[in-house]
């Protein structure tokens, strides 16, 4: 079963910027740390931002620091990411995940729940 549902990707010109969100699945991940990762076509998955379960802390790749921010509203059972100023680089299949973890990590292994992905493309 699909537990987590990104959405709010497409194309948009350099500069510009998206907001992702996963949507409330079947189950709660109010006590779950949260991350987002993003795959480009023949590369591995990579970390791109994580928030603790609380939402008091927060994790980001060198990357993206200072252009993204990851939130979450745990009654909504929501994880945004906002993206700001976006690059061509930035042009990937967005995923969400939940996990278990007591700290917070950038690793695919640290994530137990994905979502199925969102496509974001970043036009020069």
């Known amino acids: 079963q699909v537990q987590l549902v990104e959405s709010g990707g497409g194309l948009v010109q350099a500069g510009g910027s998206l907001r992702l969100s996963c949507a409330p699945s079947e189950r709660t991940f109010s006590s779950y740390n949260m991350g987002w990762f993003r795959q480009a076509p023949g590369k591995e998955r990579e970390f791109v931002a994580a928030i603790r379960w609380s939402g008091d802390s927060t994790l980001y790749t060198d990357s993206v620091k200072g252009r993204f921010t990851i939130s979450r509203d745990n009654a909504k059972n929501a994880v945004y990411l906002q993206m700001n100023s976006l690059k061509p680089e930035d042009t990937a299949v967005y995923y969400c995940?939940?996990?278990?973890?007591?700290?917070?990590?950038?690793?695919?292994?640290?994530?137990?729940?994905w979502g199925q992905g969102t496509q974001v493309t970043v036009s020069s």
């Open positions: 995940a939940a996990g278990g973890r007591t700290v917070l990590g950038g690793n695919p292994s640290d994530y137990d729940y």
